[in-house]
């Protein structure tokens, strides 16, 4: 009887320490994926491309929690195939199943040339406001086919544009130190632009997408399904002279917010669309002549949306 009673002690304290052990372990594993929730999917796959940054040649990405994509813009020296096979083998795959991937691939020395440019662009807004020169305006620079950096200024400007040219080059020539790269050969242009009585006014933003149906004849843009790779979108059209009203719409369905510029005679206007958001404006008294529309993603991801212009003879 003392021996039963002995074996039933023993198996009573197995039992307890056993039921201590699963529940520790429980209480672990509650901790593990407490922690992990902490932590959402798109922030665990950043982790992830932050380590491959070097290894894959990066320059940059982004994890869209809205559209579900992420963007990447690699070195075009590297494997694509192999990067997206890194991701499957170092991200949970519930988190990557959530995912759409975007690789765009670009050079080294485009993305150099490129970060150059923006660089210089930087230095030249500063002396403008610097120097109050309220009237000189300041585009984007292009790199393609050779870098550019583009300045326009009224005809009816006291400064020059040779004599506007020769104080930037002076200012970059003394920021030298402050440039990422010695050896990138630009131009700067400074162009005048006609007087300001004649550049069309500002759009009118209506808050509600206007119907484009009934306007087919005069659609004289429509992209759909718009998937640009380097973030920029742009398109030209010719106004008519016996036409003084035209309209633009945007939809952007990209997870981040994008410009919109229209440009004409060296003027431009620029006006902004939130992220999966679309916006329809009416421009009357438009100048004639050729007008460009561009579209521009806020972080360089990929472009994805609608762009429709329609011109008329008649006010909307």
Known sequence: MRKFVSVLIIVFVV????????????SSSNDNKHNNNDESGGDRIASVLENAWDEFGLFSFGVGDTDQTISIVMDDTKSDVQLKKYLEENVNKTDLNQY????????????????FMMEVSV????????????????????????????????????????????ELED?????????????????????ERIDESTIELDAVISDVVEDFQG???????SSTDIFKGNGIYKMSWAQPSDSKDY??????????NVTVQI???????????????????VQSAASSGDHTIVVTTSDGRIFKGDVFVSVSDAPF
């Open 171 to 191: 200012v970059l020539a003394a920021k030298s130190a402050d440039l990422p790269q010695k050896d990138i050969s630009y131009e700067i242009q400074v162009i």
């Open 100 to 115: 759409n991937i975007e690789i765009t691939k670009r050079s080294l020395q485009e993305v150099e040339t490129e970060s």
């Open 263 to 281: 440009q004409q005679s060296g003027h431009t206007q620029t006006y902004n669309v939130v992220a999966n958001g679309s916006t329809t404006w």
């Open 123 to 166: 230095i030249v807004s500063d002396y403008l406001q610097e120097k109050n020169y309220d009237d000189v305006d300041l585009y984007h620079p292009s790199i393609e086919p050779k870098p550019i950096l583009k300045l326009t200024i009224p005809k009816s400007s006291e400064l020059s544009s040779e004599n506007l040219r020769m």
């Open 215 to 221: 306007t087919t004849n005069h659609l004289i843009i």
């Open 247 to 256: 309209k633009f719409h945007v939809t952007n369905n990209t997870g981040t």
């Open 15 to 26: 039992v307890i320490v056993t039921n201590i052990s699963i529940n520790k372990y429980d």
